[in-house]
């Protein structure tokens, strides 16, 4: 004779153990590699890549400083763009402080010439990973 509040305990910790399992799985989501980015535009998503390419373009409208991941520029993959008017909220210049390093930048993915970026208003929206 089966005993149904064991097999009901039992399938009560299967679920239970599952749904665990399955909210961990979205917790640690993955991030974004620079060659996929165009795949999630108009979505708020992570990109890490390391940069490539840093360029602050003092003379150009709105003085970005641009910072190309995984490929450098002209062959340009992703794009994180810091304007003038943010660029005093960092401690660091970014085009001198994150070239060559490993970093993740968080944002809404747009294009910009068919290309994909994220622009960066705070500090915060970036993280410099150990290599």
Avoid at 4 to 16: E, G, H, Q, R
Avoid at 82 to 98: A, V
């Amino acid at each position: 004779m089966r005993r149904p509040i064991k097999s009901l305990a039992y399938f009560t910790v299967l679920i239970f153990g599952f749904l665990l399992w399955a909210s961990s799985s979205v917790a640690q989501r993955e991030y974004v590699n620079p060659t996929d980015a165009h795949k999630f535009i108009g979505m708020e998503e992570t990109v890490c890549g390391i940069v490539a390419s840093a360029t602050y373009a003092i003379r150009s409208r709105g003085k970005p400083t641009l910072l190309n991941l995984d490929q450098a520029y002209p062959d340009e993959i992703f794009t994180v763009v810091i304007w003038g008017s943010d660029r005093s909220k960092f401690k660091n210049p970014p085009e001198t402080f994150l070239k060559g390093k490993r970093i993740c930048v968080t944002g809404i993915i747009e294009t910009y010439r068919g290309k994909p970026q994220i622009v960066v208003r705070s500090p915060d929206q970036i993280t410099v990973q150990s290599q």
